[in-house]
């Protein structure tokens, strides 16, 4: 039986896992400009666009019950400030939105089929803590939030294997059969090649950050992030969330997201008993643990 813990753990391992990576994230001018804006004004760490998505996804599915794509995508468009980091076609995107475009209209158009940037991945784990026991009804609502914003194929596939792995965290399920349900899920070459990577990689050492960024990698492409998450929540279930993140930071690139995808998962698996003494740190660290106890309660409704 998943725990309220477990609920919170997740919520706030995503939140901590962007926010606490965040100044990591990107090059050089990133770097600098996260140093100016990086913090709120009481000295909490601010959360990025990775943790705005989650807390828009949680507000839209509380009060719709599923995931409505046009309440989803005005929630969203409604959130969207410059100042949280958004990836350049999601930003604009979300501007449209805001001005009375229809996202329908608009998602495939400044790229063919639409984004593969890791956008709807990085949210997906709160749909596993809106469907944590169907699989079915989890990837059916893993897509409709992910059509809004990022419609390309490669896009749908991460996010569809972060909320699966969630699940299976939340069910504590053993990183043999998590393996085994990511790589039965696979579509495409890319996920298949790189799951398959990170399966023969758990059972060695923790490998060193560059041989993950040339066989998982570390952008903000779905391809090169989300397995590599994956890899990190798995090899550090059982371990330290600072370490873990500690490893991710040393990685580099798009250390945020990477940060939230396994931070969500490690909380999946552990629950939230070493993150919740960490709140003050945290931007709305108390708001976010009210999300995830309204989505707790949510299952028995
Ligand atoms: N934007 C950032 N980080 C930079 C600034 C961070 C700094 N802390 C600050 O605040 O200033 N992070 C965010 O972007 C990443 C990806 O998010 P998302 O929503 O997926 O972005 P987008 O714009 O949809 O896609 C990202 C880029 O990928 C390329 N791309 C995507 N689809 C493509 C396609 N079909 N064909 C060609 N290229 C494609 C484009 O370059 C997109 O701009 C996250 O890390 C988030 O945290
Ligand atoms: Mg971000
Ligand atoms: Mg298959
Ligand atoms: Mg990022």
Redesign the pocket.
């Known amino acids: 039986m998943t725990s309220i813990e477990q609920y919170k753990g997740c919520f706030l391992g995503l939140a901590m896992g962007d926010a606490f990576a ?1 100044p990591f ?2 090059g050089p001018i ?1 770097r600098l ?2 140093r100016a ?1 990086g913090h709120t004004s009481t000295g909490e760490r601010r959360f ?3 943790t705005q998505m989650a807390i828009d996804l949680t507000k839209s599915f509380l009060h719709n019950h599923r995931i409505d794509q046009d309440h989803l995508a005005q929630q969203f468009a409604q959130s969207y400030r410059w ?9 604009n995107l979300l501007k449209r939105i805001k001005k009375g475009n229809c996202w329908r209209e608009i998602n495939k158009k400044k ?10 991945a ?1 949210r997906a784990p709160i749909l596993a803590l809106c469907f944590p026991q169907d699989t079915q009804r989890l990837l059916e609502s893993t897509i409709r939030s992910a059509e809004i ?2 419609a ?1 194929p490669l ?1 749908i596939e991460g996010a569809k294997l972060i909320a699966l792995v969630t699940q299976k965290a939340l069910a504590k399920s053993p990183n043999e059969t998590v393996l085994k349900e990511m790589l039965h899920l696979c579509e495409s070459e890319t996920f298949v090649d790189k799951t398959m990577y990170c399966q023969s990689a758990l059972r060695q050492a923790t490998l060193e950050p560059r041989t993950i960024r040339i066989h998982l990698g570390n952008g ?2 779905a391809t090169d992030s989300c397995v590599t998450a994956i890899y990190f929540a798995l090899k550090f279930r059982d371990l330290d969330f600072d370490i873990m993140l500690g490893q991710i930071i040393k990685l580099g690139g ?1 250390t ?2 990477i940060g939230a995808m396994a931070g969500a998962i490690w909380g999946a698996f552990n629950g939230s008993a070493t993150l919740e003494p960490k709140i003050s740190k945290l931007e709305r660290g108390q708001d976010i643990i009210s999300y995830a106890e309204q989505l707790f309660q949510h299952q028995s409704l």
């Open positions: 965040a994230e990107g990133e400009l996260w804006i990025t666009d990775d100042s949280r980091g958004y990836g350049p076609s999601t930003s790229f063919k089929g639409g984004s593969f940037g890791n956008g709807a990085m914003t990022h390309h896009g903000i492409a798009d945020d997201t």
